[in-house]
């Protein structure tokens, strides 16, 4: 047979040629083990952070001041309660599968390759890439090598599963040609395409709605009449992380605690040195143990107010808890020099609270357990790693202030006294009542277990009533907001606010206005002296130096607009106007234009006006 005629026979008309966009040979295998090696890379990189920060540790090369240590230990590296590591673990999980899936869905062959739905998976881990880096640029100012190794490695496995995806689906359609099928139109690469924007978009609402930040109100405790039983809140058996033998006490355990090691009944307690409320909890549980000897261990934890806290909002700070974090180290280098001295060196520090100086804490550790061996413990790797599963912990459990009393079955809230405790403890262990008599101070008889979220609900609740029009259910929320907290800037201004404004004259009350602005003026100013004295060497520390120096901004500018109500209020009209003037001053700072022009309306249609101000129709608080 000649060549012609064998070409003839096998050569195909054009049209039944295959397209152009298909090809013969299956996807790449180098490519296919290509992804896989970065898939390793990324997932290797993944487990050996999440080894790496268990226990509260750091990786190699990190610090706690900048860096891994701040974006590790960030709020943002926790999703609704889980870690992001943990979270990116189910993430390589899922596209392992997928990886699977594209290569060996054969028996599927001439529908829509699973490859396009390994590059929507991977576009889920760059969505989640882009995420962390804007918040590291943004937000945190600091830089994790390792997440950012990670990230590219998500980048690349996304790039790589769009070239394997494409010729995968240039592969199938070559195999639809050869079955004489139909070719697939572009529609399922939509539908996928779509998918994937929806998922990475949903993704980023999720990651910025429900990270693990702490609220803006790290609120601490106060002493106030007691309006509520004791109780349990149940989140399970916690002991087993909490106690100073527990799971994390790797090694030999730091015995932090008060008792006898093996009393039948233990609690643990979250406290700090500088706290007054934690110094009476303190005082009842010590009066406690009297009454019921032998019968209970308090394993003491420490959440210290001052700057080693990264739970605490840094505007916050007040000097009486200066020395917090000093102390706390000092007590936990006692129980590792010396377990049997803590005891005596926690009550000797809560004994003498406000009296003491760091200083004299040294000495007094110096004295119980020799300086040699207490300087030793002080500089130990156990001591530093103590310190941070005492407020990683605290972070898991959602505390946002002190004191806090954990039982077995839960966390302790509402009015705690002697009574209410000693009440708890037998029915929660069995105890008959004791005839021991013990003596406790008046003060120390009533204290509130309330936490920052709670006092926000309060205050919200006032906002939200006065919107409205309901004034009275609006100053009881105030005044029970300002009896939890009397310090609390905004609510005071919100308050002063309402009495100052109200056009019912069963609120209107410019006398108690003016007394709620003379709370006011050192509560300001208390705020704006933390706010210069707030940490500023790394990037993280300025940027927050800086948010907080431009909020002070806009707290002098509001307090200044009250302030000119309140004189209003009282017929002090031309101090109310040179009030305003500061109140617009401030906004142009601060270059908020709408703010300034509604202030320079007030100053000529409202307090020019003098007495007619009151006839004048006023804005409610929550609509300035």
Known sequence: M???SDTSRTARPAAEQPPKSSRAAEANLFLYLAMWAVWAIGLGVTLFLKWSTSDDGLPPGCGSGGGCGVVLTSDYSRVLGVSLTTWAIGFYIAAGIALVAARFSFQVSLAPPFSLLLAVATAVGVGAGVWSIAIMAFKLNDFCMYCLTLHGCNFVFFVLAIIYARQDWQHRQYRRWKANVPLFPSTPILMHAALAVLLVSGQAVAMSLFHSGPSSDKAHLVAVKLTSDLDIKSIGDVFDQLSVDGKFAKGKPIWTSKGPRDAKHRIVTYSCFTCPHCKRVNNVVKAMMKRYPGQLRVDMRFFPLWKCNKLMNPVLFTEEHKYACKFARFAVAVAIAEAD????????????????????????AHALVGKEKFEEALQSEELWMRSRQDISLGAKFGLTGVPNIFLPKGQVYGGLSFDSLETLFMEQFGWEQSDVEVQLSEEDQGIVVVSGK???????AGRDAETKGRYQLAVQKYERALELRPDWVPILLDYAWLLSTCRDNKIFDGDKADEIMLRTRPAVEALEKHVNEMPNESAHEKKKKKQSEAAMGGIWAQYHEVTAAVHAANDRFRKAELSLDRAIRYSKERRKPKVQETLEKRLHDFYRRNKQFRSVEQTPRGRR
């Open 2 to 4: 000649s060549k012609s």
């Open 341 to 364: 001295k803590f005891e005596q060196f926690a009550d000797w520090a809560y004994d003498n609270q406000g009296e003491i100086t760091d200083k004299q804490a040294l000495e007094k």
């Open 454 to 460: 709670d006092l926000f609900k309060i205050a919200q």
